[in-house]
């Protein structure tokens, strides 16, 4: 085993095992978090259809189903919650990298590929919260590694996984395009296979337009308010914040003021190398370039800031990357690389060391040190519901998933579904 190779591996290892060590937190709520685990918790108390059905849910339900299988189960606590995300983003780096091995990449990039999406800051931050993200990221890994294949019977699994993503997340429309790139060839010499073919895809569009109606409004009125101009700044802004995080490794609300310019600048012309890395991979495979160009014209619509959208591609976006260099420079630059590489290593362990200590924090260090403090009364308040003025979703999770609150209050009685739903939609903006 080389040198490179080792050092590899033992990175990849005390990751894992900081990963793990997550399964000991608190369980950690976020907004979307809280509106995902309210929708699951008030189907396993209501009945699973009679919640699923209800029309308004402003995300698409696939997560909370999921989050509604482990509740019923009874095993639903923060640490099924990290195990379940920690399994799930194993699945997705496990064939993420079987893909990159398929497009004949080198092992060792492939493997580097994967440690840059391990110690994002993104996916160290949402590996203790409830989100979408690490289910939608081995679902999608999953159709793409099928993609690879060339067995007849990978287009079941293809239709089954990509149908489940897009109800996980609006963005898993953007593998339609890739299938039909792929399946193109044996298409044409077949018309009953492709007019299948072809009611698969509208029905899978259909579903995702319906789950992701809420976002096409909103930027509808978008464009209403502030007119194009304004909306394409917006995107732009959203956008070059976005890879400034994901290239910096580090989120912007904890840069000085005064370094945000540059983050700014570095995300622009980070995001330039990583569109010109896209079109540089039509060459390697058309399919992976049409993905990643659908997948990122949907993400970049959406004219505010989160890099979490990218960790579910994130070994994808590495490779488009070095695509980019290669085109834009005609060689790897090796030291600059390296020297990156091991910057982009320490910021990721900083962020899992800081999420090991709040794990390991006392109750009430946690409450005031974990997110933004909005929940910190809520996290203090323990089974005393009178602690915090309201009503709020988070304080009924934490009492029924995390503190197990032997007596019930009036707080956590059974409600009717309208009335448990209602706070949810109301803080989601």
């Known amino acids: 085993m080389s040198y490179r190779a080792r050092i590899i591996y033992l990175v990849f290892g005390v990751a894992a095992v900081l990963y793990v060590l997550q399964a000991f ?69 496990f064939f993420s990298f079987r893909v990159l091995l398929a497009l004949k990449v ?67 429309l953007a593998l339609i395009l890739p299938i039909l790139v792929v399946a193109w060839p044996s298409l044409r010499k077949r018309p009953a296979i492709a007019i299948v073919a072809l009611g698969f895809t509208l029905a899978v569009g259909i579903a995702g337009v319906l789950a992701g109606q809420k976002y096409l409004l909103l930027n509808r009125s978008f464009l209403r308010t502030g007119g194009f101009r304004q909306f394409a700044e917006s995107v732009l802004h959203a956008q070059s914040q976005d890879f400034g995080e994901l290239v910096g490794n580090v989120p912007f609300s904890k840069v000085p003021g005064n370094l945000h310019p540059f983050l700014l600048t570095v995300g622009f012309l980070s995001l330039l190398v990583f569109l010109t890395g896209v079109v540089g991979l039509r060459k390697r495979s058309l399919w992976l370039c049409c993905y990643l160009a659908g997948y990122s014209g949907m993400v970049m619509a959406w004219p505010l800031s989160d890099p979490r959208y990218w960790v579910a591609v994130m070994p ?114």
Request: charged letters at 10%; proline letters at 6%; glycine letters at 6%.
């Open 106 to 172: 080198e092992r060792v990039h492939a493997w580097i590929a994967c440690l840059f999406s391990l110690l994002a800051f993104s996916a160290v931050k949402f590996m203790t919260q409830g989100m979408s993200d690490f289910l939608f990221f081995a679902l999608s890994a999953c159709v793409c590694w099928l993609l690879t294949l060339e067995h007849p019977s990978r287009w079941f699994g293809i239709a089954i996984c990509t149908a489940a993503a897009v109800e996980v997340r609006f963005a898993g």
């Open 25 to 93: 937190t608190p369980l950690r709520l976020t907004m979307d978090g809280i509106n995902y685990l309210s929708l699951a918790d008030s189907a396993a108390r209501n009945g699973f259809w009679s919640v699923m059905l209800q029309p308004g849910f402003p995300f698409p339900k696939g997560y909370p189903a999921f989050a509604f299988v482990l509740m019923k189960a009874g095993v639903f606590s923060s640490a099924t919650l990290v195990a379940a995300n920690l399994l799930l983003f194993a699945v997705g780096l």
């Open 316 to 429: 994808f976006v590495v490779l488009a990357f070095r695509e980019g260099v290669v085109l834009l420079l005609g060689i790897i630059p090796k030291r600059p690389i390296l020297a990156y590489a091991a910057y982009f290593a320490v910021l990721g362990f900083l962020a899992l060391g800081y999420s090991t200590r709040l794990t390991f924090a006392s109750p009430e260090r946690f409450a005031y040190e974990y997110g933004d403090g909005l929940l910190t009364n809520t996290y203090l308040s323990g089974c005393n519901a009178s602690d915090v003025p309201g009503e709020t979703q988070a304080l009924l999770l934490l009492q029924r998933y995390e503190w197990h609150c032997p007596v019930q209050h009036p707080l956590t009685s059974s409600r009717s579904l309208p009335e448990a739903i209602r706070p949810v939609l109301a803080n989601d903006h």
